[in-house]
T-cell receptor, first 113, second 110 residues
């Protein structure tokens, strides 16, 4: 009963490095999304996808790329890490955008030095 | 005005107490409403959806007041294990993306 699986759990990057945060779900959900959570800011939407081959920007997309080649996977790429991207990242999926509750992965704690 | 607003707390209550949180939303066209629970350094987990007529799940009761544009969460007979941050989540009705409040922290003490 995996649900939403995120890897890695922790990551430290140097400024300018790139990396990919992995997210997979086994619930056959069409909607997938990435959030970042910072103290006092709540969860902010980075990118989202309503189905394979379709992605769109959320509230804070700059510095991040996504792709959705399959229903199951929705990786988040940091192109050139900056200290401002130090945050906790959550992947989430739902059956339907906006009306169904989101199921979250365990999160990735990222530090950029 | 923020789309979704919550009192950050903390609400410190003794075990067994009843506590209630409100969450206001700005868009009168908002559709879906949820309460999530988030433990420290963990992912948010769905506590309950909020229906127009109000709904109850054990010790938890959620209500929606469309006229005043807020939802509420009532916790009866608080347990130590209820200590967490409670996130209000709203579909603002535009572009159908869920919007999260910053959360209300609850601390239940002996």
């Amino acid at each position: 009963n995996a649900g939403v699986t995120q890897t890695p759990k922790f990551q430290v990057l140097k400024t300018g490095q790139s990396m990919t945060l992995q997210c997979a779900q086994d619930m056959n959900h069409e909607y997938m999304s990435w959030y970042r959570q910072d103290p006092g800011m709540g969860l902010r939407l980075i990118h989202y996808s309503v189905g394979a081959g379709i992605t769109d920007q959320g509230e804070v997309p700059n510095g991040y790329n996504v792709s959705r080649s399959t229903t199951e996977d929705f990786p988040l790429r940091l192109l050139s890490a900056a200290p401002s991207q130090t945050s906790v990242y959550f992947c989430a999926s739902s059956y339907e955008q906006g009306t169904s509750p989101l199921h979250f992965g365990n999160g990735t704690r990222l530090t950029v030095t | 005005r923020k789309e979704v607003e919550q009192d950050p707390g903390p609400f410190n209550v003794p075990e067994g107490a009843t506590v209630a949180f409100n969450c206001t939303y700005s868009n009168s066209a908002s559709q879906s409403f949820f309460w999530y629970r988030q433990d420290c350094r963990k992912e948010p987990k769905l506590l309950m959806s909020v229906y127009s007529s109000g709904n109850e799940d054990g010790r938890f009761t959620a209500q929606l007041n469309r006229a005043s544009q807020y939802i509420s969460l009532l916790i009866r007979d608080s347990k130590l294990s209820d200590s967490a941050t409670y996130l209000c989540v709203v579909n603002p009705g535009t572009a159908s993306k869920l919007t999260f409040g910053t959360g209300t922290r609850l601390q239940v003490t002996l």
